[in-house]
Every structure is written in C-alpha cells, then in structure tokens.
C-alpha cells in the first residue's frame, strides 16, 4: 500500500504546454525528492528539500522548479514542455538521516 | 567514470536458483548501501539497507558489502518468478542517493 502518491501516472502533452507533477506523502517525513530515470539507465536527482520553504536542485541540470509549502507535498512544475522533458519522473521521500527511501510510482511524461 | 557500476543484465535463471547480483563503487567515502527492486511501470522499493562493511540476512535476501573492494553483493535464495525484476543498488552522498543503473533479473518457472 502506497504511503506516497504521485499523479498523474501517466501524461502526454503537447510542446510549450505548462505542466505540474504532483506528489504527496502521508508518512510525516521531513526528506522529499525528485529524480527523473529513462529506461536503462540510473536515476538523476533534480530536486530535493529538507522541509517546509526548504528546496534545492540537484545533480541534473533541469528546467523544472518545485515548492514545499506543506510538509506533505512537493509538487514538481514545467513552465514550458519540451521533447527532452520526455521521462519517467520519480517522487521519494525519507525521515531525516535516513537513506531507505520510498518512492511513489511514478509519472511516465510525453511531450510531443 | 560513473560512482557506482551495475552490469544492465538481463540476467535469466531457472526458477530455485541461487541469484547473485553486483555492484562496484568509486567513492571510499559511502557509508549506507541500499538495494531497490523495481517492477515495470512502478518506483523502486526498498529491500535491503546496510551499514558499513558485513553481511545483511532477511529471509531469501543477503546483503553483502565489501569496502575493501568497494564491492556490494544482493544474493537471493530459492528464486521465484515474483523475483523478476529490476533491482538497483544504491549509496548515500551527503545530502542525496546514488544509484546503480540497474540489472534486470528474469526467473523462469
């Protein structure tokens, strides 16, 4: 049973549109992250935030933002859409000082 | 050089067998070892989570790490078709996870 959400699982959208990948935990943690990983390959951090009004980019260079308002939420925002943006994006979340990590299922994105 | 090396696979073994999977390292300085399993079109979960040098036991799971080597080993007893999978290791950074790319594990009934 699911304790983090994503949605939508699954979205195709057309170049230059505006989009929001939403995530929410119910687990109370402090941690949240977002990677992004296409098939075959490691997963590349974008994002992460140690807690409310607390967040950082990542590894990955990435036109995405994102914001951390409630402790349990942590939205991910594409101003503009673009083919590369093509990916499965991954929201995860961990207590503070602990690595075991869990991960939502994922939004599979299309930008066509 | 990527940090963490893991041979892609597929890696296909007869159902009850002895699986054993690899991953090598870079950084001396990780600490936490982790290994994920992954089903298609779902996010990782965590299996395994190791600290520092030893063995790791927790039912058909064995969790090997190797610091001398920078050398971390999943062992899986008595492998299941529910096993197939793709399973990721990982080791922390600071303030972030570094995964593997993953090996994908097919068990045949």
């Known amino acids: 049973e699911a304790d983090i959400y994503q949605t939508p699982r699954y979205l195709v959208i057309g170049t230059g549109k505006k989009i929001t990948l939403e995530c929410s935990q119910t687990m109370g943690h402090d941690k949240m992250y977002w990677y992004q990983q296409d098939p075959g390959m490691e997963l590349h951090l974008i994002h992460y935030?140690?807690?409310?009004?607390?967040?950082e980019k990542g590894d990955l260079s990435s036109e995405s933002t994102v914001s951390r308002i409630r402790t349990e939420h942590f939205p991910l925002t594409l101003e503009s859409a673009r083919p590369s943006h093509t990916s499965q994006y991954l929201c995860?979340?961990?207590?503070?000082?602990?690595?075991?990590?869990?991960f939502g299922s994922g939004t599979r994105l299309t930008v066509v | 050089q990527k940090e963490v090396e893991q041979d892609p696979g597929p890696l296909s073994v007869p159902e009850g067998a002895i699986v054993s999977l690899n991953c090598t390292y870079s950084?001396?300085?990780?600490?936490?070892f982790m290994w994920y399993r992954q089903y298609s079109r779902k996010g990782p979960e965590l299996l395994m989570y190791t600290y520092s040098s030893g063995n790791k036991e927790d039912g058909r799971f064995t969790a090997q790490v190797d610091k001398s080597s920078k050398y971390i080993s999943l062992f899986i007893r008595d492998s299941q078709p529910s096993d197939s999978a793709t399973y990721l290791c990982?080791?922390?950074?600071?303030?972030?996870?570094?995964f593997g790319s993953g090996t994908r594990l097919l068990v045949r009934p």
């Open positions: 995860a979340s961990s207590r503070a000082g602990d690595y075991g990590y869990t």
């Open positions: 950084n001396s300085a990780f600490q936490y």
């Open positions: 935030s140690y807690g409310v009004n607390s967040t």
């Open positions: 990982a080791m922390d950074s600071s303030y972030k996870l570094i």
